[in-house]
C-alpha cells in the first residue's frame, strides 16, 4: 500500500483528498502545516507528497527543500498560482508536478499514479538508452547500438546539459537550473542558449529531432528525459 503524504492548510480539500485517496487503496497522512509535514516525513517517509504552497507558517518552497534533503519521493505541487514564475521556482526547489487549484479528481489521480511510475534516480554509475546510442554517465561515453547509428561525440558543455537530466528520468529539469549550472549566476536570463544546445543534442541522439521522444522541452519551464 502507497503512502501519501497531503499538505494543506484547507480542511474541506483535506479531507476530500484523504478520502479519495484512501477509497483508492492509499495509506493517507494529511498536515495543516509546514513544520507538521516535516516532522511527519521523518517519522515515516512516504511515497508521494501533494503539498499545497501557500502554507501558514513556512513557504511550501521551504518545505520541498526540507524535504528533498532526506528523501526522493515525488512531490505534486497542489497551487492556486497559474503564472510560470511560481512553478518554476517549485520546479527548482525540487517538486516533480505542479497542478493548479481547481483541479480536476480525475487527473490529479492520474498524475499521482504517473509519478509513482517513474524510474528512480540515477546514480553516476549509471547508463541509459537513447534512441540508437547507449550512454555511459560513468565514463561519459556514447556507443551506438541502432543500426544505422552514427557515432556521436558531445562537447563538455552538451554533457554538463543532458546528464542532470538523464539522472532524473521522467523530472523536469528548469533552465534556471540548467543556466546556472553551465554557465554560472547570472545567466539565467540567456535561454537562447538552451535552445541551440537542445536542438544540437536532438540531433546527434533522437532517431527524428523535429519530434523529439526522449529530450522534451517543457515550454516556459525546462526540460525533462523521457525514457
Known amino acids: 500500500m502507497r503512502r501519501v503524504l497531503i499538505v494543506d492548510d484547507e480542511p474541506q480539500l483535506l479531507r476530500a483528498l484523504k478520502i479519495g485517496l484512501t477509497a483508492r487503496g492509499y495509506q493517507v497522512s494529511t498536515a495543516r502545516d509546514g513544520g507538521s509535514a516535516l516532522r511527519l516525513a521523518s517519522r515515516r517517509p512516504p511515497d508521494l507528497v501533494l503539498l499545497d504552497l501557500g502554507l ?21 505541487v497542489l497551487s492556486g498560482r497559474t503564472d ?26 492520474a498524475r499521482l499514479r504517473a509519478v ?4 528512480p534516480l540515477l546514480d553516476a554509475a549509471a547508463a541509459v538508452d537513447i534512441g540508437g546510442y547507449h550512454v555511459d554517465l560513468a565514463t561519459f561515453t556514447i556507443t551506438a547500438t541502432g543500426e544505422g547509428a552514427a ?7 552538451e554533457w554538463r546539459l543532458l546528464v542532470p537530466l538523464l ?17 554560472g549566476a547570472g545567466s539565467e536570463k540567456h535561454g537562447n542558449y538552451l535552445r541551440v544546445y537542445f536542438a544540437t543534442l536532438r540531433g546527434k541522439l533522437e532517431p527524428d529531432r523535429a519530434h523529439p521522444r526522449h529530450l522534451i522541452t517543457e515550454a516556459g519551464i525546462g526540460y525533462r528525459f523521457q525514457p
Open 151 to 157: 557515432p556521436v561525440h558531445l562537447t563538455p558543455t
Open 116 to 119: 509513482l511510475r517513474r524510474p
Open 167 to 183: 539522472r532524473n528520468p521522467g523530472r523536469v529539469v528548469t533552465g534556471h537550473q540548467l543556466l546556472r549550472e553551465v554557465w
Open 56 to 76: 501558514p507558517d513556512v513557504s511550501g518552497l521551504d518545505v520541498i527543500e526540507g524535504l528533498r534533503a532526506g528523501s526522493s519521493a515525488p512531490i505534486i
Open 84 to 109: 510560470t514564475t511560481g512553478k518554476i521556482a517549485a520546479f527548482d526547489a525540487g517538486a516533480d508536478d505542479y497542478v493548479t487549484k481547481p483541479f480536476d479528481m480525475g487527473e490529479l489521480l
